[in-house]
């Protein structure tokens, strides 16, 4: 449960600004983003996701670093991804 | 010498590896402790103990919130879940977390409504659409999760829904790592700190650490080579005489933390005087409740909760295993009455537990340690020195 998911934000919701939606592995997927300055994150950011919110603005390079490595470490991130996929706030 | 294949930089490690080696002072013992159960994780993931020096040992912390969780907290949320119209949520790895009555798992076999989220939101959305039940999410965490919820609960006040309430579970973590400092059983010459964590508390409540205890803590990311540059950053302190915070993990965590994710923390939640963790005990101020102004979300100003304190089973050594006194498979039952499918402590249980960390992915230097702690008089020959 303490994995951070990195996430590239595609929108920010018109009607919900503390809501993102945001590509991860592929899939799009509703994120909160009010922990974060409003004018901080935007299309093409990318962030570190915690259970449904962003936690922190990462880098592109750092990003794809750290995808790379949960997936390697299997089981405890295809779990978290799964709960993630299946998760559907609002 | 199968985990050395395992990851892209292990030429890398290696060289890190021979630098730290390169620092070790002749005769001297060296133990770091690692606060986070992510960091565990990749250490028994990787094998990192079998690149370093012989003399160079991690220590695994209380940084799994899962694991430090006691017995009658279980027994409470079952106690909340046995309630008429109760729909209890909580994270997934509470689920097998046994308990004096038994496990979530249990409970549900017996007619609870326990449902695992992947976020407090989705616990919100199910009181949403279950107006006529009362949804309650267990909320556990360190810092990394309590903004969460704590937003989560300033949602629900917004919208006004009524049937929401937490049991709020959160722990912090400097406490915690102050009573492992107090404490007589174990000599630790430096920490690797926290990631996650760190990014919403920052680096800064690091430094009684470094001031009042003399041990240096070096903030770390959560790949293999993030883990083996913050060791040879405490051991180039140590080799200088100096105990200071570094930050290792930068490109994540920022030196003040997250200011918003700790104002939304101190709006919905205060410290309590005094929380039991497992194995640790009573710490003070080491866990949060939810603030007065909030308590109509507060399941334990709803419910009238047993609290009753339920001592940890005999054969259990998570106690031990959480400070750092004892080595997962030190532990009596380790591997046998205990296992990943049968937990008898909460170790076993989280996949960021030491246990099941090592009991998943440790066993092929399980041997090697056995032999290095049975012959302890000489110390082993150093590569690089």
């Known amino acids: ?90 | 010498m199968r985990f050395v294949d395992e990851f892209r930089d292990a030429a890398k490690a290696r060289a890190l590896a021979a630098q730290i080696a390169a620092l070790c002072e002749p005769g001297r013992q060296y133990k770091f402790m690692e606060v986070c159960g992510g960091h565990t994780h990749t250490i028994y993931k990787h094998g990192l103990e079998d690149y370093l020096p012989e003399t160079v040992t991690l220590v695994h912390g209380p940084g799994c919130p899962v694991c430090v969780m006691p017995m009658g907290r279980v027994d409470d949320a079952i106690h909340i879940a046995e309630q008429p119209d109760v729909i209890l949520t909580t994270f997934g790895d509470m689920m097998r977390v046994p308990g004096g009555r038994g496990s979530f798992l249990d409970s549900n076999a017996a007619g609870t409504d326990i449902r695992m989220v992947y976020s407090p939101l989705d616990s919100l959305k199910i009181a949403r659409q279950n107006p006529d039940k009362r949804v309650v999410f267990m909320a556990i965490g360190f810092e990394t999760t309590a903004p969460s919820t704590a937003m989560t609960v300033l949602r629900a006040a917004a919208e006004k829904i009524e049937n929401f309430s937490i049991f709020c579970n959160h722990v912090t973590i400097i406490p915690a790592i102050k009573a492992i400092l107090n404490s007589p059983d174990l000599r630790l010459d430096g920490f690797i700190g926290p990631g996650h964590v760190s990014t919403v508390i920052g680096c800064r409540p690091y430094d009684f650490i470094a001031r009042e205890y003399g041990k240096p803590l070096v903030c770390a990311g959560f790949e293999p080579l993030d883990i083996l540059q913050s060791v040879y950053q405490l051991m180039i302190q140590l080799s200088e005489g100096r105990s200071e915070v570094e930050n290792q993990y930068s490109r994540v965590v920022p030196w003040d933390g997250n200011p918003r994710a700790l104002k939304v923390i101190g709006e919905v939640m205060e410290l309590r005087p005094y929380f039991e963790w497992r194995g640790l005990g009573f710490i003070s101020h080491s866990a949060l409740k939810v603030r007065d102004a909030y308590a109509a979300f507060d399941a334990e100003k709803i419910f009238d909760l047993p609290g009753v304190r339920v001592a940890d089973p005999k054969a259990c050594q998570c106690g031990e295993v959480l400070k750092g006194v004892l080595k997962p498979w030190e532990c009596k039952v380790f591997g046998t009455a205990c296992t990943p499918e049968t937990p008898i402590g909460t170790c076993m249980v989280s996949s960021e537990g030491a246990c099941a960390a090592y009991y998943n992915f440790g066993r092929f230097s399980r041997d090697r340690v056995r032999e290095a702690t049975s012959i302890e008089i000489t110390p082993a020959p150093v590569a690089g020195r």
């Not at chain 1, 009607?15 to 299309?43: C, F, H, W, Y």
């Not at chain 1, 997936?71 to 799964?82: C, L, T, V």
Request: hydrophobic share 45%.
């Open chain 1, 1 to 90: 449960m303490c994995l951070g998911i990195p996430g590239e934000v595609v929108e920010i919701l018109v009607d919900r600004t503390d809501l993102a939606m945001v590509d991860v592995s592929g899939v799009k997927r509703a994120i909160n983003i009010g922990l974060l300055d409003k004018d901080e994150v935007g299309p093409g950011d990318w962030i570190l996701i915690h259970v449904g919110f962003a936690l922190s603005k990462i880098d592109e390079e750092e990003a794809k670093a750290a995808l790379e490595f949960l997936e390697g470490i299997g089981e405890a991130y295809e779990e978290e991804m799964q709960a993630l996929l299946d998760s559907r706030i609002e």
